[in-house]
């Protein structure tokens, strides 16, 4: 794994403590601990490579102006032996810093050793992490929103691991309760209406095709076996069938999407084991519940939610009975030190009851992490596409996956921050030019292959260069990439602590943009040889990142385009 970036800031950290420690001494700050101050890396890089707030944190700890701190800092700074060759005083007292020219060429011999492995750290501990995502109910098939969550839950377990925590993948099937019920009764009254045309339809059943289907599957095998059958029995022979060729499905659409788990974990195991009333049994014991007319209610309210019902009057537990017991056995039955749920943004509500019930069980509720996203609209010819889950006309996950390619569709999904709405242009998606986010990032890495062919045809090829030759590398548009490349650790670990992996998406767009303007400004070919050399090492190092940045949410990185 990378440390340069590390590295850096733990040496600067250590520049900036001992002035403060020499400027105490020389009696040109008073004696007073040592404030907290932050160190990172300036949008603007215009300025310096690292900017540094000590004095304005010292102002009230000193006593003094954070320009004259700065000043007694910047008299005591030692920054022999660091990656640094200077620091400037800017503003009212930020301390700014400037790369030694040497840390570029230690960039590219980093990305040159490590290869597929540059980017990854061990800010995760190994922590074991449970990302739980998509869960959509086996009543039919994945929507638009259930795209946009595959490739968030995907791609944000991926940048987790790449930050160091021990990562699985899984499904909650939602196979029990009401929604499953009702799926029955709709897919029931397709089984008789085939016999008897007249036979009712569900006011709020499900109408989809796959309804249907199911039903005609289901004839196909026993014809009119259970026309004359009990409701019931009727019933659950239909839920039976078609409830796993559902599950089937998912699992189908989602592995075309490149969405593979590592656990399908059933509802109706919940029930089964006996999980589900136990839970609430453990509340009672705790002295959590109270009976109000009949039903058996949570103390929420003693727990930052409101009260809300577990087991209605007739014994039935409520929706979220169920998830209180799958909770308990992700964080306690199962250990993993932290469950992140990805959720769609009409569950916000939720979270609190959640975290209260499980807050209630003596489970720290900071060990459930929610990330909530916004709606989708699919947009052609700058409208939006009509879709109706109940009316049978959605646009599925599936629709998508026929028009608009794989990659593009993952890209462009995880190119915004989930709590953003996305307006998801089906138009741009298909497009072949620059315009499109995916291929222009891709045309990046087709342009690097090219270039490495084009020289292979010249018997040049990429070799290790020396730090004197990769010092050659001083024009603005080289340096611009090679800084850009240095963070890519960083904004991976950035983007696993904001459960962010949109972020990677940006970054990797930025990587090709600058690789394009490199690529305008300075000829790999034709130059001094050991410039052309230096020029390839650069090339091949921004060919890593981007495949490994593409490769974090499972968008392909063609040699030819």
Known sequence: MSQLVETARQQLRGAVLAAIEGAIAAGELPKAPVPEFALEVPGDRAHGDWACNAAMAGARAFHAAPRKIAEALTAHLNL???FFTKCEIAGPGFLNFTYDPAFYGRVLMDIESLGDGYGRSDVGKGKRVLVEYVSANPTGPMHIGNARGGVLGDALSAVLEAAGYQVEREFYVNDAGNQVNRYGLSIEARYMQHFEPGFPFPEDGYKGKDVTANAEAFIEEHGDEYVDRPSEERRQA?????????????HDDLKRYRVEYDTWFHESGLHESGAVDRVVELMREKGLTYEKEGATWFRGSEYGSEDFVLLRSNGVPTYVVPDIAY??????????????NVLGADH???VPRLKAAIAALGIDPERLKVVLMQ???????????KMSKRSGEAITMANLLEEVPVDAARFLFNSYEPNTRIDFDLDLAVKEDSQNPVYYVQYAHARICSILRNLAEDGITPRPCTSGELALLTAPEEIELIRLLSNFTDEIA??????????????VLNVGTLFHKFYN???VKGVEPELTAARLCLCTA????????LALFKVSAPERM
């Open 542 to 549: 921004a060919k890593t990142v981007l495949e490994n940045g």
């Open 80 to 82: 022999e032996g660091t």
């Open 494 to 507: 950035g983007a696993a602590r904001a459960m962010d992996p949109a972020r990677i998406t940006r970054y």
């Open 238 to 250: 239909l839920i039976s069938f078609a409830i796993p060729r559902n599950i089937q499905g998912l």
């Open 348 to 350: 916000h509500g939720y």
């Open 375 to 385: 709606m989708v609209t699919l947009m052609r010819d700058g409208k939006p596409e």
């Open 327 to 340: 909770h308990y056995n992700k964080l306690v039955t199962r250990g993993f030190d932290t469950a992140i």
């Open 521 to 523: 400004a300075c000829r």
